[in-house]
C-alpha cells in the first residue's frame, strides 16, 4: 500500500520552492534599483562641460614644430591673438583671431635665438611696455650649445623679449651687431623648464639643472640686442627641488591674489605651491659661488625658510598649469589627462573636481583663453588644440543633436543614447526587458526570462520559445506545469511525475499508480511492488520471491508443516490407543468384563494417480500426495 499523502506534500513543497525563488528574483532588482536612483552625478567643471569638443586650431602648416607652451596676449587691443612658442626651431607661432574664421598665422624667429631662445620650453607675458607692448621672458632647456655648435658651457637662463611686432625678431637682425631683439638675459639656470611671471621685469623660474626654484628680477631692461646685466638680481630658493623630466616642461603659474605659486613638479607626479609672500624667509649672500655664470649682477643670494608644500600629487608627468579664479588646471604628459581642481581660499590645498581624456599625443602648455575656454599645445602631433563644451541641456555628456533623450539625463548606448539606464547595462529602461538587471536586457519570446546565457541571471533555456519551465531549466515548454521542461520530463502529461532516474519507466515521485517502490534500482517487478528487481521475471520482486531464480513459483511450500502437523496427531493418537489397552488389561485381571473393542485407525491418505504427463511442473511428491486431487478436479 503507497500512502496517498505523499502525492499532496510533493504538490506542497513545489509550491514553496517557486513562490522563494520568485520571491529572491523579485529582491534583487529592488535593491539594485535603490542603489541607482541614490546615485549622484558629477558636477560639471565649466572648460569641460558634461562632454567637449577638440578643435584643431593650429598645425605643423602654421609652422608649429614641437610646440611647448602657449598664451594670449594680455593686450586687450589684440585679443584672440595666440602666441605659441615651439622648440625644435627656437621660434614663435603667432596665431591671429585664433579659433575664427578670420584666423591668420606667422612665425617669428630671431636671428641670435639660437641662443636667447634655444630649445625653448616655456614662456610667460610680464608688464606692459610703452614701446614693447607687453614683455615676456622665455625658459630654455639647455646648456648653452648654440644648437650643438658648442660644447654645454651652462651660461643659460632665462631671456627677456618684446611683445610689440615691430620690434620681436625684427631689430638687430643683422650678423655683427647689437644681438637680435631679446632685451635682456641673465644667466644661472641651464635647462630651464618653466616660468610664470611676478611682477614688473620679475619671474620664477623652474631650474631643470640644479633643481632648484629660483627667482629673477630683471629690473631695468638693456633695450634689444644689449648686454648690461649690472641690475639683475637672482634668488635661489633652494629648499623647492622640483624634478626634472628631459622634454616634458614643468610650467608654472603665480596666483597673484595671495601669492601663492604653482609648480608642475614633472619629475616627482605632483604639483607643489610656494608662499612667495612668506615674510619669515632667511637670505644667504651667495655672490661668488660656483653656479654664478654672470659677474655683475646686483644680487645673487639663497632663500630658506620658506613656506611651501604639495598641492597634488600622483599624477602623471603634469607639464601645463593654468588658473582660473579659484580653479586650477593641470595636464599630464604621461596620459593625456586633464585635472581640473578647486582651490582652497588659502591657496594651499585643493579638491579634485574632474580629470578628463583629450585627445592629446603629448600635451604640455595649457591657457585658459576667451570664453574660459581651455587651449593646450600638444607637442608629439604639432597641434594647439581649443577645448570647447558641446550642447547638452540635460548634463548627460552626449550632445543634443545624437542625444535621443535630450532633455532627460541618461547613460544609454546600445540602443538609444543619453536615455534613461536604470541598471547601466547601456540599454535604456524603455528597450530593457529587464530594467533592473545589468546582466540581462533582452527576451525574445517574452517569457519573463533573458536571452543572455549564464552567468547572466535567470537564462532562458529555450530563447526561441515561449516556455513556463523552471526547475531543470528556465523557459522551455511545460505542458503539464510542474516545473520541469518537456525535454527532459519522462511524463509530460502528468504534473505529479517528471522523473525516471533509473530508467525502468516508473517515476521516482510517490503516491502515484506508477510510483517507484525502488527509485534507485532499475527493476521490473509488477505483482507485489512496481520497478524494483526481478530477477526470474515472474512479476515478484525478489525480495517478496521466495524462489527468485525460479519463474515458475515464488511462495514457499506448507508440505513440512503439514508432516509435522500429521505426525504430532499420529503420535498423540497412538499414545491414547495404548492407555486404553493398558486400563482394558487392568479391569480383566480384576474379574471386570472387557470393554468393547476400539475403532479401527482411519485409513491413510493415499495419492491420487499421475497426470499422463507426469507432475505438474515445480511440484513435488509430498504437494502431489496433499494436493494433487484438487489438481485434478480442477482440471476437469
Not at 47 to 63: N, R
Not at 79 to 87: F, K, M, Q, S, Y
Not at 326 to 343: C, P
Request: with cysteine; glycine share 10%.
Amino acid at each position: 500500500m503507497r500512502p496517498s499523502d505523499v502525492r499532496g506534500t510533493l504538490c506542497v513543497v513545489t509550491i514553496l520552492l517557486m513562490l522563494i525563488s520568485s520571491t529572491m528574483l523579485a529582491l534583487v532588482p529592488v535593491t539594485e534599483a535603490e542603489a541607482r536612483s541614490n546615485h549622484s552625478g558629477t558636477t560639471n567643471v565649466e572648460q569641460f562641460g558634461s562632454g567637449f569638443d577638440e578643435t584643431i586650431i593650429a598645425d605643423a602648416g602654421d609652422s608649429l614644430n614641437v610646440p611647448r607652451d602657449l598664451e594670449f596676449h594680455p593686450n586687450p587691443s589684440r585679443a584672440g591673438e595666440l602666441w605659441v612658442i615651439n622648440r625644435a626651431t627656437d621660434s614663435m607661432t603667432i596665431i591671429f583671431d585664433a579659433g575664427e574664421a578670420s584666423q591668420s598665422t606667422m612665425n617669428r624667429k630671431d636671428r641670435y635665438g639660437n641662443h636667447f631662445m634655444e630649445e625653448v620650453s616655456a614662456f610667460a607675458f610680464g608688464q606692459d611696455h610703452s614701446e614693447f607692448d607687453y614683455i615676456f621672458a622665455s625658459a630654455q632647456e639647455t646648456r648653452n650649445t648654440y644648437n650643438g655648435q658648442q660644447p654645454p658651457n651652462n651660461f643659460m637662463g632665462p631671456a627677456l623679449w618684446p611683445s610689440s611686432l615691430s620690434h620681436f625678431a625684427m631689430e638687430n637682425q643683422q650678423p655683427g651687431g647689437r644681438l637680435g631683439s631679446h632685451l635682456d638675459m641673465l644667466h644661472e639656470s641651464p635647462n630651464g623648464m618653466g616660468i610664470a611671471h611676478d611682477s614688473d621685469n620679475a619671474y620664477w623660474y623652474n631650474d631643470g639643472y640644479y633643481g632648484e626654484l629660483v627667482y629673477y628680477d630683471f629690473h631695468d631692461d638693456h633695450n634689444t640686442g644689449g648686454e648690461d646685466h649690472d641690475d639683475g638680481v637672482v634668488r635661489r630658493y633652494t629648499e623647492i627641488t622640483p624634478t626634472r623630466r628631459a622634454g616634458v616642461p614643468g610650467h608654472m603659474v603665480l596666483d597673484k591674489a595671495n601669492g601663492i605659486l604653482y609648480i608642475a613638479d614633472t619629475g616627482a607626479g605632483r604639483v607643489l605651491w610656494v608662499n612667495t609672500d612668506d615674510p619669515t624667509t632667511t637670505t644667504t649672500d651667495i655672490m661668488g659661488s660656483s653656479t654664478q655664470k654672470d659677474s655683475e649682477l646686483a644680487e645673487y643670494s639663497e632663500i630658506t625658510d620658506v613656506e611651501w608644500g604639495v598641492l597634488v600629487s600622483s599624477l602623471s608627468s603634469p607639464s601645463g598649469i593654468a588658473l582660473r579664479d579659484d580653479t586650477l588646471f593641470v595636464s599630464q604628459n604621461g596620459n593625456g589627462k586633464i585635472s581640473a581642481y578647486e582651490l582652497a581660499n588659502d591657496g594651499k590645498s585643493a579638491t579634485h573636481m574632474q580629470t578628463v581624456d583629450t585627445n592629446a599625443n603629448s600635451i604640455m602648455g595649457l591657457e585658459v583663453g576667451p570664453g574660459d575656454k581651455l587651449w593646450y599645445a600638444d607637442s608629439g602631433l604639432n597641434r594647439v588644440i581649443r577645448i570647447a563644451p558641446f550642447p547638452d541641456a540635460d548634463i548627460d555628456g552626449i550632445r543634443d543633436s545624437l542625444d535621443d533623450c535630450p532633455m532627460t539625463y541618461g547613460t544609454s548606448t546600445e540602443d538609444r543614447l543619453g536615455c534613461p539606464d536604470t541598471d547601466d547595462d547601456g540599454w535604456s529602461d524603455d528597450g530593457d526587458a529587464f530594467a533592473f538587471d545589468i546582466t540581462q536586457w533582452a527576451d525574445g519570446d517574452s517569457d519573463g526570462y533573458g536571452d543572455n546565457p549564464a552567468p547572466a541571471n535567470a537564462p532562458d533555456g529555450c530563447p526561441d520559445v515561449w516556455g513556463n519551465s523552471t526547475l531543470d531549466s528556465l523557459g522551455c515548454l511545460d505542458g503539464d506545469g510542474d516545473g520541469w521542461s518537456e525535454a527532459s520530463d519522462p511524463y509530460p502529461n502528468d504534473k505529479l511525475l517528471w522523473s525516471d532516474d533509473d530508467g525502468d519507466g516508473y517515476a521516482d515521485q510517490s503516491g502515484t499508480d506508477l510510483s517507484d517502490d525502488c527509485p534507485g534500482v532499475a527493476g521490473a517487478s509488477i505483482e507485489d511492488r512496481l520497478g524494483c528487481i526481478d530477477t526470474d521475471g515472474d512479476g515478484w520482486s525478489d525480495e517478496a520471491d521466495y524462489y527468485p531464480a525460479d519463474a515458475e513459483r515464488h511462495v514457499k511450500s506448507n508440505l513440512p508443516m503439514i508432516v509435522l502437523i500429521a505426525a504430532i496427531v499420529a503420535g498423540t493418537a497412538t499414545l491414547l490407543i495404548l492407555r486404553r489397552r493398558s486400563r482394558r488389561t487392568a479391569s480383566h485381571a480384576l474379574g471386570q468384563p472387557p470393554s468393547a473393542p476400539p475403532p479401527a485407525p482411519a485409513a491413510v491418505q493415499q495419492a491420487p494417480p499421475r497426470p499422463a504427463g507426469g507432475l505438474p511442473p515445480g511440484w513435488t511428491e509430498e504437494q502431489w500426495e496433499y494436493y494433487g486431487q484438487e489438481w485434478l478436479d480442477d482440471d476437469n
